[in-house]
């Protein structure tokens, strides 16, 4: 069994950045594949943003650019450094591993607006 924990969202003017982190349970967090979803009220869950064991990265063309996904397996912690916010990418943001089956945390709220 693998918990998730997100933390570190907020309310952000447009242009500004955050950082959201997901920290998981479990002895195998290195052999995880961690990803990023979001969704906005009133949309379907969304992608953002992947990293695999290996560290190789991957992103939705929407956030390509502006967000950067890490990891820190020794804290057993994937991060989401978002610059250059937009109102669009309001939203509330999971985190998600994949290990043997999928994992879901419980969302962080992003807010962005003057």
């Known amino acids: 069994q693998v918990q998730l924990v997100e933390s570190g969202g907020g309310l952000v003017q447009p242009g500004g950045s955050l950082r959201l982190s997901c920290a998981a349970s479990?002895?195998?967090?290195?052999?995880?594949?961690m990803s990023w979803f979001r969704q906005a009220p009133g949309n379907q869950r969304e992608w953002v943003a992947r990293i695999i064991s290996d560290g190789s990265t991957s992103y939705a063309d929407s956030v390509k650019g502006r967000f950067t996904i890490s990891r820190d397996n020794a804290k057993k912690t994937v991060y989401l450094q978002m610059n250059s916010l937009k109102p669009e990418d309001a939203a509330v943001y999971y985190c998600y591993a994949n290990y043997l089956r999928g994992y879901w945390g419980q969302g962080t709220q992003v807010t962005v607006s003057s």
């Open positions: 479990g002895s195998s967090f290195s052999a995880y594949a």
